[in-house]
């Protein structure tokens, strides 16, 4: 089993910054993938940004040039960097991991992020 806790959300002004982290626990050795997600009211749950555990790196063309995602502390943790923030980008950003060992997927709690115009 693998936990995760997002931290770093908030309210921020169009064209501000915000820095999301996700700090998994438990069997953190089984993790591959690590990613971060976003869903708007009524909106579906959308994939942001992704980096596996080699390093290769996925990101949602409405956020490619404006946010960074980044494995640190041996990789055990991920970052999501998020600048030119736009009213858009507002929603819940949950951290997502999948495992090396088997389909289990992990999601953390969600952290709330809202850009205002």
């Known amino acids: 089993q693998v936990q995760l806790v997002e931290s770093g959300g908030g309210l921020v002004q169009a064209g501000g910054s915000l820095r999301l982290l996700c700090t998994p626990s438990g069997s953190i050795f089984s993790i591959n993938t690590m990613g971060w997600y976003r869903q708007a009211p009524g909106k579906q749950r959308e994939l942001v940004a992704a980096i596996t555990r080699g390093g290769s790196i996925n990101y949602a063309d409405s956020v490619k040039g404006r946010f960074t995602i980044s494995r640190g502390d041996g990789r055990n943790r991920v970052y999501l960097q998020m600048n030119s923030l736009k009213p858009e980008d507002t929603a819940v950003y949950y951290c997502?991991?999948?495992?090396?060992?088997?389909?289990?997927?992990?999601w953390g709690q969600g952290t709330q992020v809202t850009v205002s115009s």
């Open positions: 997502n991991a999948d495992s090396i060992l088997s389909d289990s997927v992990y």
